[in-house]
Structures are given as C-alpha cells and as structure tokens.
C-alpha cells in the first residue's frame, strides 16, 4: 500500500480556512491529494458513496454545521472499511471534557488551531508528516493519539 501521496479530507464551513489548508498541502514536501467539505453531511454522503476514495487523514472542525463532528466521528468508527483512517478533530476553544470525548470516540489528534497562518502550517506539516511516516512504513495505527 505504498504510495505516493496521501488523500486527505478536510471539513469546515470556513472557507477561509479550506483556503489556507489548501495552500499548505500544496507545500508540503509530502505528495497531498485533497478534497474539501463544508459540512458533516456531505462527508458522510461522499465516504458512502460507491466512488468515494478513502482518505487517510480527515481534518475536521469541531464546530461544523449539519451533521456534527462526534456523529461523523462515531459513524466512521463502527465502519470497518474506515479502520485506517487518521481522524484530527480541531477547534479554537474546546473543553477538556470535549477533548477527552473526542479520543474516546475514536479520533486520533486533536489540534488547538493556532491563531496565525505560520503555526497552522506548523502545526498542519507535523501531522501530514507523522501519519506520512506511519503510512509509508506500515506501522501499526490502532492506538495512535496526539494532541496539537
């Protein structure tokens, strides 16, 4: 399953924000293929679609209109075909009770997004490049968890 890229979903409502994403994929040294939603229902709509391509990192925003991110979140984790997928849930401000919710139901980073552009590619590059290298070697991702 070794590739050269990696796909990667992000969902937010900002459109800002699918901008700079967008631009800091491009960036990367690391071969990204992405693809944008504003909302939990047109993920969900896409990842049971017959065509959809599985990523293997979604980025989504804690905060999103339609469906929310704990029911995408629960809905992807009962489905097996979506095992391997890396989940990062971001938010401004969240609670620790919500933190700790998010990794219990299945998400596996969450990042504090910064408040600038510099620390969101920072931040955006750590990520891409950690699931990078256990994408590429094989690792096993069953219990990967990280805080931003």
Same mark, same amino acid.
């Given at each position: @399953?070794?590739?050269?890229?990696?796909?990667?979903?992000? %969902? =937010? *409502? =900002? #459109?800002?924000?699918?901008?700079?994403?967008?631009?800091?994929?491009?960036?990367?040294?690391?071969?990204?293929?992405?693809?944008?939603?504003?909302?939990? *229902?047109?993920?969900? $709509?896409?990842?049971?679609?017959?065509?959809?391509?599985?990523? /293997?990192?979604?980025?989504?925003?804690? =905060?999103?209109?339609?469906?929310?991110? @704990? /029911?995408?979140? !629960?809905?992807? !984790? +009962?489905?097996?075909?979506?095992?391997?997928?890396?989940?990062? %849930?971001?938010?401004?401000?969240?609670?620790?009770? #919500?933190?700790?919710?998010?990794? %219990?139901?299945?998400?596996?980073?969450?990042?504090? $997004?910064?408040?600038?552009?510099?620390?969101?590619?920072?931040?955006?590059? /750590?990520?891409?490049? +950690?699931?990078?290298?256990?994408?590429?070697?094989?690792?096993?991702?069953?219990?990967? +968890?990280?805080? %931003?």
């Amino acid at each position: @399953m070794n590739k050269e890229y990696l796909n990667v979903i992000t %969902v =937010d *409502d =900002d #459109e800002g924000n699918i901008i700079f994403f967008k631009n800091i994929f491009k960036d990367l040294k690391i071969g990204v293929k992405s693809q944008c939603f504003s909302d939990g *229902d047109d993920l969900m $709509k896409y990842l049971s679609s017959s065509g959809a391509i599985i990523p /293997e990192i979604i980025f989504i925003k804690y =905060d999103i209109p339609g469906k929310s991110c @704990m /029911e995408c979140l !629960r809905e992807i !984790r +009962i489905n097996p075909g979506f095992s391997n997928i890396v989940i990062t %849930v971001y938010a401004s401000q969240i609670s620790e009770n #919500e933190t700790e919710e998010i990794f %219990v139901s299945g998400g596996n980073i969450f990042m504090k $997004k910064p408040e600038t552009y510099e620390g969101l590619k920072k931040s955006l590059t /750590e990520i891409i490049t +950690i699931n990078w290298q256990y994408h590429s070697s094989g690792l096993n991702k069953d219990n990967f +968890i990280m805080k %931003v």
